[in-house]
């Protein structure tokens, strides 16, 4: 499953601190492995990859898993989104629970998926133009 670098470096010595330094070592692993970054099954990470384990974090229904899940489908296959993916996948999140009226705020899906509260209002606020194509 992939990981963001703050999943990551939190269980490192130095913790969350430490995320820069495990972006280095991922883009040092990928440069000795080459071109070819299969044989760790290093490839693009999707929205699509957080979303399940984010949506579990809040605590979200079957329901409101599947419309994130259908709405990140329908990002990723329609719209040029240039985010980081667990950024999308928190705002999609946000938007999904702003829907349900879950009573979820942005900070409770910031706590959730380590998205910063702002970034996942920025990206809504992207991404609420297009919320009919996404939820429609």
């Given amino acids: 499953m992939p990981r963001t670098y703050k999943e990551l470096a939190s269980v490192t010595a130095g913790g969350v601190a430490a995320k820069k330094d495990v972006g280095k070592m991922t883009t040092h692993i990928k440069k000795l492995?080459?071109?070819?970054?299969?044989?760790?099954?290093?490839?693009?990470?999707?929205?699509?990859?957080?979303?399940?384990?984010?949506?579990?974090?809040?605590?979200?229904?079957?329901?409101?898993?599947?419309?994130?899940?259908?709405?990140?489908?329908?990002?990723?296959?329609?719209?040029?989104?240039?985010?980081?993916?667990?950024?999308?996948?928190?705002?999609?999140?946000?938007?999904?629970?702003?829907?349900?009226?879950?009573?979820?705020?942005a900070k409770d899906v910031s706590v959730a998926t380590g998205v910063a509260e702002g970034t996942i209002k920025e990206v809504h606020k992207d991404l609420t133009p297009h919320a009919q194509m996404l939820f429609g």
Wanted: net charge negative; charged share 30%; with cysteine.
């Fill in 33 to 105: 492995l080459g071109e070819d970054c299969q044989v760790m099954d290093i490839g693009v990470v999707s929205a699509s990859d957080y979303l399940r384990r984010f949506c579990s974090r809040l605590g979200l229904g079957n329901q409101e898993v599947r419309d994130a899940q259908d709405a990140v489908r329908r990002v990723e296959e329609g719209l040029d989104v240039r985010r980081n993916p667990e950024s999308v996948a928190a705002a999609i999140i946000y938007m999904v629970v702003q829907r349900a009226g879950a009573g979820r705020s």
